[in-house]
């Protein structure tokens, strides 16, 4: 199967396999699909979505204004949220685009508290996407397996498990 401008492809670089399946028509649906269907949730994808203030704001319990940093030689507003599940910080451009530049999400009810940041450079918006950023060139080698395969495709290595809670 071609992609064809409706089709996601996800792509193993390393392992050198891939599946795709077709795409649905709006982003938001896309990262649904990816997250309830194929069980690929996408870091920060929640920035991605039409309305991004719905998808971060419902649950959140506390905030804070943490004055101003600089991220990228960018000056940002600096805020802290709070959820029960989890803690997240975003860093948003001051000025005449003030788009985020840094998204940190902290997992804490996990041991140690693991989280991940997500820097955001050289956002473009609108007519400044060019459509051929958006072709990808799987090589010939590549094993392609079907959308159903996911489940198990995981960057950890087999010798790994995910412990159940008790």
Known sequence: ?????????????????????????????LIDVLRNKYHRPLPAADMLMSDVYQQLMPLVVNTKDLGSGVIGGVECDH??????????????????????CRYVVTSVKENRAPQYVIDFRAWKTGT????????????????????DQLRDFDELPSIFAIKKRK
């Open 1 to 29: 199967m071609k992609p064809s401008g409706k089709t996601v492809t996800l792509f193993g670089k390393n392992a050198k396999i891939y599946a795709q399946a077709d795409a649905p028509s709006t982003l938001d649906q």
């Open 79 to 100: 805020l802290a949220f709070r959820t029960k599940e989890v803690d997240w910080q975003i860093w948003i451009a001051q000025g005449a685009r003030p788009l985020p």
């Open 128 to 147: 400044e996407v060019p459509s051929d950023q958006f072709n990808l060139s799987i090589p010939a080698d590549a094993k392609k397996l079907s959308p």
